[in-house]
């Protein structure tokens, strides 16, 4: 088997699966981009196996600390190892959930969701791409797969060398079809929506939300399908406004407002949210509870900047418009912006606000998207909710 020699000091010696180009050593055996490596350290010594990819700024990957080959058996031991963690998770839907979430289930690269029978797949590293095939088979032989659909159209594909793709692997593209959970019924396209379907990873958090909305003006920016709003709104709150630019987003929203039953009771708004907002405090608009979801404003290292500039933005209208005792729960999704970062942001928001803040709470992605302790791109979305204390 081809193979890797990693330098002294990689990040690999310290608990992390991924090797850089600037990690290598040397090379032997002529390994090829999407093929199988042999990982060894300076001194020779077997640290496992990698798949390999010289396109890509992350040269390897480690999926085990044996030798292994990415054949059929072995997927549908890793699937069936990731399901059965699953399947032990208290308050987990298992028929609605993530079944694999990368490194974190020794697949790396490697995302898989389940709605019911039907499942979406994503390959975001070549090696696994290439055997495709080998993953869908797996998926039908350990869950019985109706149809498994491809999501490949994220830009991460793009850091591989690999093109944007959609379609369907195994059986029929299923329309839109619904699913319904104790926060919410929701709409699903899995050939079209967003991410994979809906927001999988935040589903607790819309519940955690609704404990705290009763009686409340509840603001949603950045609503998508309308979780937190239909979860506020479910759960008594006085008055709800969802805003969102995605005019589809909001009339996905609105559909699953009223297929629960309290579309009277939400307000939709299509709106730029930063936009939104600044009219909103220029009008002197109050709402007791604000939920601030966006979209990731970073794909890389670089533009952390950038995202932090509008983090701050987004913060400080957000805090003006609460009053004492108001509720401020705020989520970000890219793991480019660290936990101190966002708090910190947070926190020179609302001194420039002139507001004291309490936690209350810390939010993070559900748990069937597990966080390795030495892989902390596994981790990548985080949330606080804060109270608004009045003037000491």
Same mark, same amino acid.
């Given at each position: 088997?081809?193979?890797?020699?990693?330098?002294?000091?990689?990040?690999?010696?310290?608990?992390?699966?991924?090797?850089?180009?600037? &990690?290598?050593?040397?090379?032997?055996?002529?390994?090829?981009?999407?093929?199988?490596?042999?990982?060894?350290?300076?001194?020779?010594?077997?640290?496992?196996?990698?798949?390999?990819?010289?396109?890509?700024?992350?040269?390897?990957?480690?999926?085990?600390?044996?030798?292994?080959?990415?054949?059929?058996?072995?997927?549908?031991?890793?699937?069936?190892?990731?399901?059965?963690?699953?399947?032990?998770? /208290?308050?987990?839907?298992?028929?609605?959930?993530?079944?694999?979430?990368?490194?974190?289930?020794?697949?790396?690269?490697? +995302?898989?969701?389940?709605?019911?029978?039907?499942?979406?797949?994503?390959?975001?590293?070549?090696?696994?791409?290439?055997?495709?095939?080998?993953?869908?088979?797996?998926?039908?032989?350990?869950?019985?797969? $109706?149809?498994? +659909? $491809?999501?490949?159209?994220?830009?991460?594909?793009?850091?591989?060398?690999?093109?944007?793709?959609?379609?369907?692997?195994?059986?029929?593209?299923?329309?839109?079809? /619904?699913?319904?959970?104790? %926060?919410?019924?929701?709409?699903?396209?899995?050939?079209?929506?967003?991410?994979?379907?809906?927001?999988?990873?935040?589903?607790?958090?819309?519940?955690?939300?609704?404990?705290?909305?009763?009686?409340?003006?509840?603001?949603?920016?950045?609503?998508?399908?309308?979780?937190?709003?239909?979860?506020?709104?479910?759960?008594?709150?006085?008055?709800?406004?969802?805003?969102?630019?995605?005019?589809?987003?909001?009339?996905?929203?609105?559909?699953? #407002?009223?297929?629960?039953?309290?579309? &009277?009771?939400?307000?939709?708004? +299509? #709106?730029?949210?930063?936009?939104?907002?600044?009219?909103?405090?220029?009008?002197?608009?109050?709402?007791?509870?604000?939920? =601030?979801?966006?979209?990731?404003?970073?794909?890389?290292?670089?533009? +952390?900047?950038?995202?932090?500039?509008?983090?701050?933005?987004?913060?400080? @209208? #957000?805090?003006?418009? =609460?009053?004492?005792?108001?509720?401020?729960?705020?989520?970000?999704?890219?793991?480019?912006?660290?936990?101190?970062?966002?708090?910190?942001?947070?926190?020179?928001?609302?001194?420039?606000?002139?507001?004291?803040?309490?936690? =209350?709470?810390?939010?993070?992605? @559900?748990? &069937?998207?597990?966080? =390795?302790?030495?892989?902390?791109?596994?981790?990548?979305?985080?949330?606080?909710? %804060?109270?608004?204390?009045?003037?000491?």
């Amino acid at each position: 088997m081809a193979g890797i020699i990693v330098k002294p000091r990689a990040r690999i010696f310290h608990g992390h699966e991924w090797v850089y180009a600037a &990690d290598i050593l040397k090379t032997f055996g002529n390994p090829e981009p999407g093929g199988i490596v042999s990982l060894k350290d300076f001194k020779d010594r077997p640290m496992g196996t990698g798949i390999y990819n010289p396109r890509s700024q992350i040269v390897a990957r480690r999926f085990s600390r044996h030798k292994e080959e990415l054949d059929e058996d072995f997927f549908v031991r890793r699937l069936r190892r990731a399901w059965s963690r699953r399947e032990k998770m /208290r308050g987990l839907d298992p028929k609605l959930c993530r079944v694999v979430w990368s490194e974190s289930d020794g697949l790396p690269g490697v +995302v898989i969701d389940r709605y019911g029978p039907h499942f979406v797949l994503q390959t975001l590293t070549m090696a696994m791409d290439l055997r495709k095939q080998l993953i869908v088979d797996a998926i039908v032989e350990v869950f019985s797969a $109706e149809s498994v +659909v $491809e999501r490949n159209d994220n830009s991460i594909r793009l850091a591989e060398d690999m093109e944007m793709v959609t379609g369907v692997l195994h059986g029929a593209v299923p329309g839109p079809f /619904r699913v319904s959970t104790d %926060y919410g019924s929701f709409l699903i396209d899995v050939t079209g929506g967003q991410k994979t379907g809906i927001y999988l990873d935040q589903l607790d958090n819309y519940r955690d939300a609704a404990t705290r909305a009763e009686g409340k003006r509840v603001l949603d920016c950045f609503c998508n399908q309308g979780g937190f709003a239909i979860a506020a709104a479910k759960a008594g709150a006085a008055q709800v406004t969802a805003v969102d630019v995605s005019e589809s987003a909001i009339e996905q929203a609105r559909a699953n #407002a009223e297929e629960q039953g309290v579309a &009277d009771r939400i307000t939709f708004v +299509v #709106a730029n949210v930063f936009d939104y907002l600044k009219d909103q405090e220029t009008a002197g608009t109050q709402f007791d509870m604000i939920i =601030l979801d966006p979209p990731s404003f970073t794909r890389n290292k670089k533009s +952390v900047p950038d995202a932090l500039r509008g983090y701050k933005e987004i913060h400080l @209208r #957000a805090l003006k418009m =609460l009053p004492a005792g108001g509720i401020l729960s705020s989520y970000c999704c890219s793991h480019h912006v660290s936990t101190g970062e966002f708090r910190a942001i947070i926190a020179e928001a609302a001194v420039d606000a002139k507001k004291t803040l309490c936690l =209350l709470a810390f939010h993070q992605q @559900r748990q &069937d998207h597990p966080i =390795l302790t030495g892989v902390p791109e596994t981790e990548y979305l985080r949330g606080y909710t %804060y109270e608004l204390l009045a003037a000491f």
